[in-house]
C-alpha cells in the first residue's frame, strides 16, 4: 500500500488562509475591477487546465516577463497549482538580457506582453521554447483566450516540500545571472513565520487590508507581499505601478504598507501624508535595501508609526525582522532585527571563524527558506555554501547582544538601486565592449531617492574622443533601465592599488562629491 503524503503545494496551502465567503472581494485593482476569492480559484484553475493540457515534462518552467495585473496574479498561482515552476522577470529586461534568461533556464512556455511577442517569441523558439503566450494589462491576449476554455476545476498538483516552486534570477558579481531555485518548502515556511512575527490578522479577527504597489517579479511583491495576503485571507489593493498620491488617498482603507525605501521617501515628499491619513494603518513595512535612518525618524514624526525593517535575499527569502509586537521588543532604525525563528545567522571573518557578538565581518545563515541552489551551477552553489551548510550572504554585518541585526556594508561588488539589483561587472562588461573603450569602473554613490545610483568611469583607447552621454545611449538600446549610470565620465586613469586593482572606495568617495 502507498503511504499518503502530506499535501504541501504552497498554492494549496495559501488557498488554506482564503475567507469561508469566497465572493467577498480578494483584490481590488486599480482600474476599478474587483476580483472575489472565488475568481482567483476559477482563475487559476483555468489557467492550471491550460498549462496542464500542454503535457509539459515535470519540472518545466513557465518563464513570465509582463506587466502587473490581476491575471499576472492569477497564472503565478495556476503555475503553483499545476506543480510547475514559475520564472518572474523584471518587465525592464531588454533582448540581450532576455536571451540570457531563456537561453540558460530553457523554460517550456513564456508568457510576454503582445508588444513585445515578436523579439521574444522569436528568442524563444530558438532557444527551444515550445509555446509563446501573450499575456496584457487590460485582460486581453492569447493565454486568457485560449484559457477560457478550460475548467474551473483543477486538482492541486501535489509537491513534495523540496520541489521547485520558481526560480528567480539575481545578479551575479561576475556579470553572469544566476536563477535561485525556491521550492514550495522554502516558500511556504517563510510565509507561515512572517504569518505570525507580524501578526496578520485574519478576516475572522477584523482582516488585514494590504496595499501593493510594488512589482510582481521579485521576492518582496511576488512573495514576501502576496503570500502574505492569501495566507491569512487579506484583501489586497492592487496599484500596477507605485504612485505616492495615489497610495496616500488608499491608506484609509488599508491597513499594511509594504515598501522599499524609495517608496517611503517618496511618500514623505508627499505633503498630504499626514497622521490621521494613516490612521487606519496597523503596519509599514521595509525592505530590500538599507532604509536610512532619517527615512525612519521622519517617517515617524510625520506619521506616529514606526516603520518595521525586514532583511532578505532572493536565495533565502527573508532571513531577519524588526518585531513587530511590542513585547518582543522595540524596532531599532538602522537594524534589520533578529534573526526569524528557524534561522540561524551568523557573523565570521575572512577566514571563517565566527565572530563575537559585535563584531563586523561577513553573514552567513542557515534556514528552511534557504534555497535549492542555483540552476544548472552546480559549483556556483557549492562555492556559496560553507562546510557545515551555511549559505554566505555576501552582506557584512553585526548582531548586538539583543541579537539585531546590523547591515553594514556588502563584500560583493553591488548596487542597490531604489530596491533593484544592479552588478558593475555586468555594466563594465557592456561598456568595455563599447567602440573606442579601453577599460571602466562602475560605483555606487548615494542618492535621495533611489538610495545609491551608479556613475560609470570610462578611459577612452589611445587616440579616441569618448562622448559619456553617448556611452549611456549605447547602454540604454541595450540594457534594463534602472542598471543605466546616473552619470558618466571619461578619465585619464583610474585608482588601482599596489595589486593593480581598482580601488572603486576611492572613485566612490570623489563622485560622491561630484
Ligand atoms: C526606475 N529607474 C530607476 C529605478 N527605477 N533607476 C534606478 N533605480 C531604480 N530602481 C529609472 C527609470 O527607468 C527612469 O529612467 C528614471 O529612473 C526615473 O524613473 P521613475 O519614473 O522615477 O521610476 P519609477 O517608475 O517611479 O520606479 C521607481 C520605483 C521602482 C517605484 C522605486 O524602481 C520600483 O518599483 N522599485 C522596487 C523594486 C523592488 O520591488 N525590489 C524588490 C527586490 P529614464 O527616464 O532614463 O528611463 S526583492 C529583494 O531585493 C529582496 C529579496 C528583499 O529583501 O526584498
Ligand atoms: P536580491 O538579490 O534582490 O535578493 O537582494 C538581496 C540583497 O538586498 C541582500 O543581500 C542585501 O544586500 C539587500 N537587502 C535586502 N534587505 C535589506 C535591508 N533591509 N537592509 C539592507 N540591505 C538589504
Redesign the pocket.
Known sequence: MQAHKPQTNLFAALCEGFPADLQSVAVEADHGLRYSWQDLLDASAMLSNLLESLELPAGARIAVQVEKSVEALTLYLATLRAGLVYLPLNT?YQSAEMAYFIEDAKPAVVVCSGINFGWVSKLAFTAGTAYVFTLNDDRSGSLLDRAAAFSRNHPVAQSAPDDLAAIIYTSGTTGRSKGAMLSHGNLLSNARVLQKKWGWRSAAQGGDVLIHA??IF????LF?AIHGALLNGSKMIWLA??DPKTVLRHFAHATVFMG?P??YV?LLGESGLTRQVVNNMRLFIS???PLLIETFTDWQTRTGHTILE?????ET??LTSNPYFEQEGARIGGTVGPALPGVQLRVVADDGQVLPVGEVGGVQVKGPGVFQGYWNMPEKTAEEFTADGFFKTGDVGRVDAQGYVTIVGRSKDLI???????YPAEIEGYINALAGVAESAVVGVPDA??GE?GVAVVIAKPGVELDPGAILAQL?ATLA??K?P?RCYVVKELPRNAMGKVQKNLLRAQYQAA
Open positions: 525592464a510594488l512589482p521579485h521576492v518582496h511583491g514576501v505601478k507605485f522599499v524609495t517608496l517618496r525592505g530590500s535595501a525586514r532583511y532578505g535575499m532572493s527569502i527573508m542597490i538601486s531604489g530596491g533593484y539589483n544592479v531617492d533611489f545610483v540604454k533601465n534602472f543605466i546616473k
